[in-house]
């Protein structure tokens, strides 16, 4: 394996930095683990994605892209339609993070694939590109806003922005910079367009304008790619500089952090996947409150007190003590710790529903759910701790920030996941097929064999 090499920080500022490195990047120089990973984004990002594309929102999007006349470059998953590759984008983009149901890192502070994925898919699927050219495409991307990520820090998220909106641009602008196969100072080009539109706002967490994040971001980078391709100008160190985007949008601005590495590590090998379709921040006391509800002296009659132990950076975003629809419930620790503590299975996409929200079981646990907030917590750990009137205090501590490094073990849970997610709706064939050609992505000389089973939902 080559190694990619870095730029001189003394010749170039942290934006130019990384189109450089961006552009060289050759898919001989990303370890195997990094590549394997990328399958394993892709995947879980087109099965979310077809999932998603039934959601209410994805609807909206898709009959305001309809009523202005939709292109025919690149394929809008599950609807089995096309639209122009910026349509494309926006609309897969907001599918895809429909659910809450897709992968985080936690240098990013966001979701990585879901604003990288549908843009390059996008150009690719346009262009003709193949297998391997949407790989390095989609490695690139996710690198370059992770350490963007890295460069914010906590700052940046704590403020509310969110990171997958904001960040995200740089990511969708370089993924699709990579295919285009623009030169670096283009490149350049391309990230300094896509953050003089970044936004993201995470005060709209719950609402359907936290999927659109993802979807803009994909959109925004995919045009800032295209704009620069043609000209398009911009300031080549919109990242850094005094009056750029680390600094007004509150970044701790940590160079060391952004360029540690570069060219030998990998942030796509440190991604999480989820297996509960809610929000990352609730995942850790849904595994503790699954444990508790196993342990035999549990006994959700006597249940007195439920004290949930958590990162204080989750108040704000994951507090909503009384959820009515199936997105608040993404957000709400008091309901989903009351859903697993009843044993239903928080995996399943149906159960985050208005229905779920007033059953009236689940409503008598959440309300003796009480949140502490704990400063020395990190975000993905927690503890739940069960009183009940018996006197037996029950507890159970869980931390998810750790990646799975057996990646043939990961492999096997996300094609489950896959195939839960998928197979419903375009059936065990398509679904089976997609599975395949995207373990043998490097391999494919099309994306026809990836995305055509999965274009359109099979009518039941």
Not at 10 to 31: I, K
Not at 407 to 421: E, G, P, Y
Not at 438 to 444: A, M, P
């Amino acid at each position: 394996m080559e190694t990619a090499a870095t730029t001189s920080s003394q010749r170039y500022g942290l934006t130019e930095q990384l189109a450089h490195w961006s552009s060289e990047l050759t898919l001989e120089q990303v370890p195997e683990s990094a590549q394997i990973n990328a399958k394993h984004c892709l995947l879980d990002w087109l099965g979310v994605t077809l999932a998603g594309a039934q959601d209410e929102l994805v609807g909206i999007l898709h009959d305001t892209a309809n009523m202005e006349g939709l292109g025919t470059q690149a394929s809008l998953i599950g609807q089995g339609q096309t639209a122009s590759a910026s349509q494309a984008a926006l609309i897969n983009g907001a599918a895809g993070h429909a659910l809450d149901y897709d992968d985080v890192v936690r240098i990013f502070r966001g979701h990585p694939t879901a604003p990288v994925a549908p843009s390059v898919l996008a150009i690719a699927e346009r262009d003709g590109c193949s297998g391997a050219d949407l790989m390095l495409a989609l490695i690139a991307g996710i690198e370059v806003e992770s350490r963007i990520g890295g460069y914010m820090g906590d700052p940046h998220y704590l403020k509310g922005w969110h990171a997958t909106g904001t960040t995200g641009h740089f990511g969708s602008a370089a993924g699709v910079s990579k295919l285009l196969k623009l030169d670096a100072a283009t490149t350049a080009n391309a990230l300094g367009i896509a953050g003089t539109q970044a936004a993201g706002l995470k005060a709209n967490f719950g609402t359907m304008c936290k999927p659109l994040h993802a979807g803009k971001a994909a959109m925004n980078g995919l045009l800032s790619a295209e704009w620069a391709k043609r000209g398009f100008t911009s300031r080549h160190n919109i990242v850094e500089r005094v009056d750029g985007f680390g600094e007004n949008f509150g970044g701790e601005c940590n160079v060391d952090t952004a360029l540690e590495g570069l060219g030998e590590k990998f942030h796509l090998t440190d991604l999480l996947f989820k297996y509960h379709a809610a929000c990352y921040g609730v995942h850790s006391p849904i595994e503790c409150a699954k444990r508790i509800s196993k342990n035999p002296a549990f006994n959700t009659e006597k249940v007195v007190k439920i004290e949930v132990r958590h990162a204080a950076r989750l108040k704000g975003m994951c507090d909503q003590p009384k959820p009515e629809t199936g997105l608040e419930i993404k957000f709400s620790l008091y309901m989903t710790t009351a859903m697993a503590l009843s044993g239903l299975d928080t995996g399943r996409l149906d159960v985050y529903s208005p229905i779920t929200a007033k059953k009236a079981d689940l409503i008598k646990l959440r309300d003796k759910v009480t949140l502490i907030a704990e400063d020395t917590f990190t975000p993905n750990q927690s503890e739940v701790i069960v009183h009940q009137d018996d006197g037996t205090v029950i507890r159970e501590t869980d931390d998810l920030a750790k990646p799975n490094r057996d990646l043939s073990s990961q492999w096997d849970k996300l094609s489950s996941k896959f195939r839960a997610l998928t197979v419903p709706l375009v059936g065990e064939k398509n679904a089976e097929t997609t599975i395949a050609s995207v373990w043998n992505l490097e391999d494919q000389t099309s994306l026809s064999s990836v995305i055509s089973p999965i274009e359109g939902v099979i009518a039941n």
